[in-house]
């Protein structure tokens, strides 16, 4: 599976912007799917994980109330939708899939390592 992230872009603080994340070479509806980010010189964190099934959600403190993640199986694409903007949202941000069919406890979600299928980069910047 190939994740191809997009919709990343310049943006002035308060605003929005939806990030999507389109898979190829394979189906991920039935997989636990996740965004991530990275600024220079620091790991990758955790921003938002999706559940199969589509209905549980889990979201890093920072973003709670201001990000949405879903999905579309029938495009086969996960979104990240992102208002209110802050500049210390300002980073790559990563989309990343696991295999169909897996669960595991919720620290699971939050761990870059759990998800086999990682998407290159869209940068996200958002000037004050």
């Known amino acids: 599976v190939q994740l191809q992230a997009s919709g990343g872009g310049l943006v002035q603080t308060g605003g929005s912007l939806r990030l999507s994340c389109a898979a190829s070479?394979?189906?991920?509806?039935?997989?636990?799917v996740a965004w991530f980010r990275q600024t220079p010189g620091k790991d990758r964190t955790f921003v938002a994980a999706?559940?199969?099934?589509?209905?549980?959600?889990h979201y890093a403190n920072s973003v709670k109330g201001r990000f949405t993640i879903s999905r579309d199986n029938d495009k086969n694409t996960v979104y990240l939708e992102m208002t209110s903007l802050k500049a210390e949202d300002t980073a790559v941000y990563y989309c990343?899939?696991?295999?169909?069919?897996?669960?595991?406890?919720?620290?699971?979600?939050?761990?870059?390592?759990?998800?086999?299928?990682r998407g290159q980069g869209t940068q996200v910047t958002v000037s004050s």
């Open positions: 990343a899939a696991d295999r169909p069919g897996r669960t595991y406890s919720i620290n699971y979600y939050f761990l870059a390592s759990t998800y086999i299928y």
């Open positions: 070479g394979g189906t991920i509806s039935n997989s636990n």
């Open positions: 999706l559940q199969r099934g589509g209905q549980t959600t």
